[in-house]
């Protein structure tokens, strides 16, 4: 079946610094991805939809300056939380399809972010 | 808007039982209807993909249900074991996205 990898697993970093978080379709091209949060004990959150080659839709409350998404390829897509904060602190889980509207969605692993 | 809804939060059952997870949405405009799975501290593992043209998929001792117009998915776990213990999240593919409901958690004791 389809695999989506994110990179890394798991990252602390200081308060006020940026981190990024890579989400690749390892064997199909992914139009279209998407970017979750999730708090403890809750469920996922969309934050963003990221076309190829195009700016990514966000959902209303995500503030588009801080988590900085790019999705300059068919297999990457990229997650930059600037200037983190330690409520930033969650799990971040990005998502590929071939395209909205019946695709099936592939998931990543996710990725812990501590921010201390 | 779309809503997704799970009952319950949280189920306890003993070894062996067979036990029905709940979801339901408010918008019947959906494509699909996906189960998943989640362990502790980790990604999703997609359980059953129900086509909204569907009223059934079944993989192993797993049978998800449903019925769009009532806006109702269930998913039916047959001879429940340890390892089914993990949360369990019900989404709908609704405008180009996936909502989630709240997932149940479910233990399954031995």
């Known amino acids: 079946g389809a695999v989506v990898s994110q990179h890394p697993s798991w990252v602390i970093c200081k308060s006020g610094t940026s981190v990024k978080i890579e989400c690749r379709s390892l064997?199909?091209?992914?139009?279209?991805m998407f970017w979750y949060r999730q708090f403890p004990k809750q469920s996922l959150m969309l934050m963003a939809t990221?076309?190829?080659?195009?700016?990514?839709?966000?959902e209303q409350g995500v503030e588009k300056d801080k988590f900085l998404i790019n999705h300059a390829s068919l297999t990457l897509s990229t997650l930059t939380v600037t200037s983190a904060h330690p409520e930033d602190s969650s799990f971040y889980i990005c998502?590929?399809?071939?395209?909205?509207?019946?695709?099936?969605?592939?998931f990543g692993e996710g990725s812990w972010l501590t921010v201390v | 808007k779309q809503e997704v809804t799970q009952i319950p939060a949280a189920l306890s059952v003993p070894e062996g039982e067979n036990l029905v997870l709940n979801c339901s949405f408010t918008?019947?405009?959906?494509?699909?209807l996906q189960w998943f799975r989640q362990d502790p501290g980790k990604g999703l593992t997609s359980l059953l993909l129900?086509?909204?043209?569907?009223r059934e998929q079944t993989s192993g001792r797993l049978n998800a249900s449903l019925d769009k117009s009532s806006g109702r998915s269930t998913l039916y776990i047959a001879a429940s074991q340890p390892g089914d213990s993990a949360t369990y999240l019900c989404?709908?593919?609704?405008?180009?996205?996936?909502?989630f409901g709240q997932g149940t958690e479910l233990s399954v004791k031995p």
């Open positions: 064997d199909f091209q992914a139009t279209t």
């Open positions: 998502s590929a399809s071939k395209g909205v509207g019946g695709n099936t969605i592939y």
């Open positions: 129900i086509q909204s043209s569907q």
């Open positions: 990221s076309n190829e080659g195009s700016k990514a839709t966000y």
């Open positions: 989404a709908v593919e609704h405008g180009g996205k996936l909502i």
């Open positions: 918008d019947s405009a959906i494509y699909n």
